[in-house]
């Protein structure tokens, strides 16, 4: 493995060169940079003494503090914002969770992949108190439920790994034999009447994005297609979300 490292630091270590030295070596290009960012970020990781690092960060974030209160308040939680400083690090410096480890095919991990997404949206409702459960019948427009006082709620669940925008609109059907024009190919727009609530679930490290679907359903059709992160910034780990829309319905 050391020549592919030895061809990218004769290239500077540019990232656009990587496509001509997987071709070289006859490999793809994602399974190429995949092994870089891997490499790369396990050596950096060696390198950096997440103690000390952590440390930084509280001695930076104590500097902004301006107000005795701020400060009063900073000295309280201190040692628990280290703590979780020092996780939230150890997910930093491996590029968040872990992903394809065992090198499977790239459909089947496509779809696994998805499920993932409806599955850490089930574990963290479940850790924040609220009895959930993920919906098996796959034709179903919404992904799981959630029994909050009394009321049920449903919630449709949507992986992102990378990029900034969220899309409320199922993806056209395409493939070899497939006439994506076709109506029954094009992709729905996905409205109140389909879920409750939509998530968009950050499989990298998890955050999750619990957007009421009274809000998404005032876009247009074509602003639902491609709605940045930062307009459903207010909805970011907002799990209040859930208790306000029972009392709403």
Known sequence: MCKYIDVLKENDYKKNSIKSIAMKYDL??????????????????????????????????????????????FKFIKTDLKKI?????????TNGF???INNIESGVMTANAGDSAEFIFVARAILAGFNCSSVDVRSSRYDAI??????????QIKGISSGNNISFKDRDRGGQGIDHTHERN???????????????????????????MNWADTLCDDECKNVKLSDVIQYKENWNIIKEMTVDK
Do not use: H, W
Not at 85 to 93: F, R, V
Not at 146 to 155: A, C, G
Not at 201 to 211: F, L, R, S
């Open 186 to 212: 094009i992709g729905q727009r996905i409205t109140s009447k389909d879920c409750d609530i939509y998530v968009a679930v950050d499989k990298q490290v998890g955050i999750c994005y619990i957007v009421p």
């Open 146 to 155: 959630i029994d909050y006082n009394d009321k049920l709620l449903r919630v």
């Open 98 to 100: 872990s992903v394809n």
């Open 28 to 73: 793809s290009e994602a399974e190429l940079k995949r092994y870089y960012q891997t490499k790369f970020f396990n050596d950096i990781a060696k390198a950096v003494n997440l103690d000390d690092l952590s440390k930084i960060n509280i001695d930076e974030i104590e500097k902004v503090l301006d107000t005795e209160t701020l400060r009063n308040e």
């Open 85 to 93: 400083i020092q996780k939230s690090l150890s997910i930093a410096m």
